[in-house]
């Protein structure tokens, strides 16, 4: 599996399921937005197998990839 850790992409945030979401992320809904790839998710986490991705310029907590529509990554 390709290393993406720290690789910086822009997105828009489309997040699959929203029942658990955190009432300040639904502003950020389909907005383009700077997100860095973090983690792997293993065995224990949610989606083993699915990089976690953060955005850079915001508290926003992480978004699993599969939320993410990736438009290109950034240097």
Do not use: H
Request: net charge negative.
């Amino acid at each position: 599996m390709e290393d993406k850790c720290l690789k910086k992409v822009l997105a828009y945030y489309r997040p699959k399921d929203t029942s658990d979401l955190r009432p300040e992320c639904t502003e950020y809904i389909g907005k383009l937005l700077e997100f860095q790839y973090s983690w792997l998710m293993d065995e224990d986490d949610r989606w083993e197998g699915v990089w976690a991705l953060t955005p850079t310029n915001m508290k926003f907590g992480w978004s699993p990839e599969f939320d993410l529509e990736i438009i290109e990554e950034v240097s």
